[in-house]
């Protein structure tokens, strides 16, 4: 199993964009079939998957934020970064970076995962 770790702001202002990196250790960013996701839970929901960006470099999001959001690699530091935009008290949430593994993408396929950051919008 991978190692991740999400860093980035804890509080972000209402219309700001928040931006979240994690580190991956323990492998390789570029391993075939592995897919490098963003989760994020908010207080008394469940889990949402926001974006993913696999071996290859392709990314695919969550059709409810892909106006809002962006995710993309640094290979030569093993990271891989959430950014997203216009945020509003309704994007309070944990996020979480996840690794998943197979030859598709899936929660079920999530193999590692981040402790979690606890990102607040408030102004």
């Known amino acids: 199993q991978v190692q991740l770790q999400e860093s980035g702001p804890g509080l972000v202002k209402p219309s700001q964009t928040l931006s979240l990196t994690c580190t991956v250790s323990?492998?390789?960013?570029?391993?075939?079939?592995?897919?490098w996701s963003w989760i994020r839970q908010p207080p008394g929901k469940g889990l949402e998957w926001i974006a993913y960006?696999?071996?290859?470099?392709?990314?695919y999001y969550s059709p409810s934020l892909k106006s809002r959001t962006s995710i993309s690699w640094d290979t030569s530091k093993n990271q891989f970064t959430l950014q997203l935009s216009s945020v509003t008290p309704e994007d309070t949430a944990v996020y979480y970076c996840?690794?998943?593994?197979?030859?598709?993408?899936?929660?079920?396929?999530?193999?590692?995962w981040g402790q979690g950051t606890q990102v607040t919008v408030s102004s």
């Open positions: 996840a690794c998943g593994v197979g030859t598709q993408w899936s929660l079920g396929s999530v193999d590692s």
């Open positions: 960006i696999d071996y290859s470099g392709s990314t």
């Open positions: 323990g492998g390789s960013i570029t391993t075939n079939y592995f897919y």
